[in-house]
């Protein structure tokens, strides 16, 4: 007797395609940064639409204070694992410092990202003049999330992350590499720390979605860093993140118990053992 089994219903991931269906359809697109693979099916659960392998994994699980020793080579580490455990965000790789020197170079680096991490997209940090490179990637059927405003792998030219938007001629700049990343092919743009006005007339101006982190309410997606949404660090978040529980303090919590209770009974165990009779 054959037993009818029910197809296992597929779970498909949602694509770049699907991400400017969103916009058009006006429903706002939610990302959060993932490292590892419990956090990712967590963020996954929780139903965010996409998962960043932030480069910010060098100050969230690897102890640097930037993002610039971060390499390509720990990325790819990363994102497997978040790949493994995740089934319908769409995975995007954070091309790390010094990956995007020119076309061919970021070619190279997004092809690991995508045949050996197992990504579907890459972010690169770049304004205007990043546009041959964006060019170059979608040329090859490699999708590119571009980032504009602060970009944090700039720290030592910048000497420290300030916002974006009000000094003289920069809105207009940024105004300026939104389209050119838009036109050579990206299929969304981080605005990261600009100028909530800036960030609004921006979104209004492009056909694919802006995705703000301290940006406004008026991008067409938010993203965050998972650590600082969760209140899993040991420094204070940014200004505009708002954790939304203080996890950190909850696993000190559990360990100091853990410990408590380890010792106690350890103590415990060695008086019973001086007690008992015959007991050498
Ligand atoms: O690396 C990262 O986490 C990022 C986000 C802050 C956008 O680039």
Known sequence: MSVQTRPAQSIRRITTRDIRRLKAEGRRLAMLTAYDSTMAALVERGGVDLILVGDSVGNTMLGHSSTIPVTMDAM????????????????VLDLPFGTCTDPDTALRHSIRALQEAGAQ????EGDETAAPIVRRLTSQGIPVMAHIGLQPQLVHQLGGYPRFGKAPGQAEWLMRSALALQEAGAFAVVLECVDDAVAARITRELAIPTIGIGSGRD????VLVINDLVGLSLSPPPSFAKPRAQVASIIEQCVREFVAETQATAA?????????????
Request: with cysteine; charged share 20%; net charge positive.
């Open 76 to 91: 790819v580490h990363h994102t497997q694992a978040v790949v493994r455990s995740t089934q319908r965000a769409l995975v």
């Open 121 to 124: 997209a890459v972010k690169l």
């Open 219 to 222: 991008c067409d997606g938010q």
């Open 268 to 280: 415990g165990a060695e008086s019973q053992r001086q007690e008992s009779p015959g007991h050498a």
